[in-house]
């Protein structure tokens, strides 16, 4: 038996020139009912999905965010469900001809004076948790790494108050592939650049088996070890200016093949003493008072569904535009789900170069699909067409919303390192977990997560705040969604409201101060590198 809806028919329509609108109603509304501008269902409408606001012709656009989604396959009724079956997708734009950099002049005033309490690192990072995190080069060791992981935690982290935790950095990588092909060098600078998330406050420390293709050398060449150290003195030549010199701090590696390894219980002393100088430096460092300006914040979304484009998602965007406001780093990704707003992206680049950028990562992605006969559509999952998003192009004008109205200054190509601070679109996969592990290469210390179907992701390296699009899931996963973005659909908050909410929870999370749900229960997905290249 279920309880009589307590809400009046509720549709909400995206842009003035849409000709369809979803329904927010929890459990969809009956054919028959009459909305309040006097349009009658002919249908019966799920929750999330679309209703025919006018009479559609076969072959007229479907309009929602004011952008074709798809175009009728035959004449649609008003007060009609249009559903994926009804609709033919357009195709993808060429990625010729775009606008670049004509966006107008982005006009927001500067936000000043928020805060948080973070873990200043050598090299200028700010990390907002401090975590001991034990690098391998090779899944081999995976099991090793475990044993040891839960033996330093019984025994070593007790003695250690001030660090949040030890993780092995596990994954698939590391042998039976083809590392000299051009692409490896994706999967190996995603692990290497991992390494040197801010969370792990510098310190690296490596397991390897010995026989591996990806030695610890190539994981760390020399060059990517060096440290700059400039200083102004003066010479002896009585000059004084700024002087140069680098330094190659050697690599702590356990190779559990070396020969003095006599037993397993061997490897695992040699992890625990290795461990122990890293977690006394964490240990000796505190938490300062850090500008909002040092949050490099990655955006993404799973389990989306058609609120996601609604609630959750600008609410995302609108908390996007206040940390770029406040100075700080926003990362949005997840290449196919961008892919359809690809005009949008290129117009608000900083420049022709960054629009240029990002034509030449889709255009990458488009060949990396077709190596595979597959395109953008292969992107929609069963769970998003139930949850009313008809297809690709749909499900892209409800993403790309995460990344705000703010100018796009920067373009990573997968596992880069962020080099500076703003809006950047790392292109990464769509999928969840290699998105996440991409975005934590980059250098991310706090990561949104939004989803209307549910997820109950989560990742061991920094904290994830999770977003539910409807209050419907924020109800029945009171204890594992974060933010109920779903109160803008019931009316009881604004977009704006729940940005701010969004805004303030992140600096008491990145603060330390509030654990996210996620982090309370230790939910962990795995980290899993992209690897376009071939295996062996
Ligand atoms: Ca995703």
């Known amino acids: 038996m279920s309880a009589p809806n307590p809400r009046p028919p509720l549709t909400i329509r995206m842009h003035a020139a849409d000709n369809v609108a979803i329904v927010a109603n929890d459990g969809g509304l009956p054919a028959g009912t009459v909305l309040s501008d006097g349009l009658t269902l002919v249908d019966r409408v799920p929750q999330g999905h679309k209703v025919a606001l006018s009479a559609i012709a076969k072959d007229a656009a479907v309009l929602r965010y004011n952008v074709p989604i798809g175009y009728a396959l035959k004449d649609i009724a008003a007060g009609a469900w249009v559903h994926e079956r009804l609709l033919h997708m357009p195709e993808a734009r060429a990625l010729t001809d775009l606008p670049k950099a004509t966006a107008q002049a982005w006009k927001a005033e500067p936000l000043e004076g928020y805060t948080f309490e973070g873990y200043r690192n050598a090299d200028g990072s700010v990390g907002t948790r401090n975590i001991l995190a034990i690098t391998t080069t090779v899944q081999c ?217 990002m034509a030449r990562e889709m255009a990458w992605y488009d060949a990396y699909l077709g190596r595979g006969q597959a395109d953008r559509s292969a992107n929609t999952t069963p769970g998003n067409k139930a949850g009313g998003l008809s297809n690709i192009v749909e499900k892209a004008m409800g993403s790309i919303i995460k990344s705000g109205t703010a100018p796009i200054s920067g373009v990573l190509s997968p596992g880069e390192k962020l080099e500076h601070k703003g809006l950047h679109y790392a292109a990464t996969p769509a999928s969840d977990f290699i998105c996440g592990t991409l975005q934590l290469a980059a250098g991310m210390n706090l990561h949104v997560f939004t989803t209307g179907r549910g997820t109950p992701y989560g990742l061991a390296e920094c904290p994830v705040i999770k977003v539910a699009t409807r209050t419907d899931l924020a109800r029945r996963w009171h204890d594992l969604m974060d933010v109920n973005a779903g109160r803008i659909a019931d009316g009881d908050a604004t977009i704006e409201d729940t940005g701010w909410e969004l805004f303030h929870l992140m600096l008491e999370v990145a603060s330390g101060r509030k654990k996210t749900w996620a982090e309370h229960w230790k939910l962990h997905n795995s980290l899993v590198l992209f690897n376009p290249a071939p295996i062996t």
């Open 141 to 357: 060791v995976a099991g090793v790494v475990d044993f040891a992981v839960q033996r330093i935690k019984a025994e070593l982290l007790p003695r250690y108050p001030h660090v949040d935790d030890v993780i092995g950095l596990e994954h698939a990588y590391g042998c039976g592939v083809a590392i000299d092909a051009p692409d490896a060098i994706i999967p190996i600078r995603t692990l290497r650049n991992i390494s040197k998330n801010p969370n792990f406050g510098g310190e690296v420390m490596v397991v390897s088996l010995g026989c591996e293709k990806l030695q610890p050398e190539r994981l760390f060449p020399p060059e990517q070890r060096a440290i700059e150290i400039v200083a102004t003195h003066a010479d002896n030549t009585g000059a004084t200016g700024q002087f140069y010199s680098q330094t190659i701090p050697a690599l702590d590696v356990v190779c559990l093949q070396a020969e003095q390894h006599v037993g397993f219980m061997s490897m695992i002393d040699s992890v625990l003493a290795s461990a122990v100088p890293h977690l006394e430096r964490l240990n000796a460092r505190r938490r300062e008072t850090i500008p909002a300006s040092e949050l490099v914040v990655g955006v993404q979304c799973g389990g989306s569904d058609a609120f996601s484009g609604v609630t959750a998602n600008p609410a995302v965007g609108y908390c996007t535009d206040l940390l770029v406001r406040a100075g700080a780093t926003v990362m949005f990704s997840e290449t196919t789900e961008v892919r359809d707003a690809i005009e949008q992206m290129t117009a608000r680049a900083t420049s022709p170069e960054i629009a240029d950028a």
